[in-house]
């Protein structure tokens, strides 16, 4: 479908859109805030590994607690929380990477 487009000269142009011609980039001045925002989302990547390392500890001692009480339940409750909190630090660690992968594969499609 055509658009006829007017410029400031007399002439008009006519133009043909396609889905292919659009294109809407990330825009880093286009709200107020966005800084204070990645600021805010930085502190709280810190406290999440902040928090990953002490849930890392707790679980330790939980574990080794359990373990030297031959307590099995509680020996399998610290190994889970490791590994929880391992994995917790890893997601906190790699979420930007993560999105940029996924930002990317949404742009290539």
């Avoid at 610290?78 to 992968?101: D, E, H, R, S, W």
Wanted: hydrophobic share 50%; glycine share 12%.
């Amino acid at each position: 479908m055509p658009i006829l487009v007017h410029f400031s000269t007399p002439r008009a142009v006519l133009v043909r859109l396609s889905p292919t011609d659009i294109s809407i980039p990330p825009n880093t001045t286009g709200l107020p805030g966005i800084e204070a925002l990645r600021t805010i989302v930085g502190a709280i990547m810190t406290v999440g590994l902040i928090l990953s390392v002490l849930a890392l500890l707790i679980a330790a001692i939980v574990w080794g607690f359990g373990s030297h009480s031959s307590n099995p339940h509680l020996a399998g409750r610290g190994k889970t929380g490791v590994l929880v909190a391992c994995g917790a630090a890893i997601l906190c660690g790699a979420a930007v990477t993560l999105i940029n992968f996924f930002w990317n594969v949404g742009q290539s499609v």
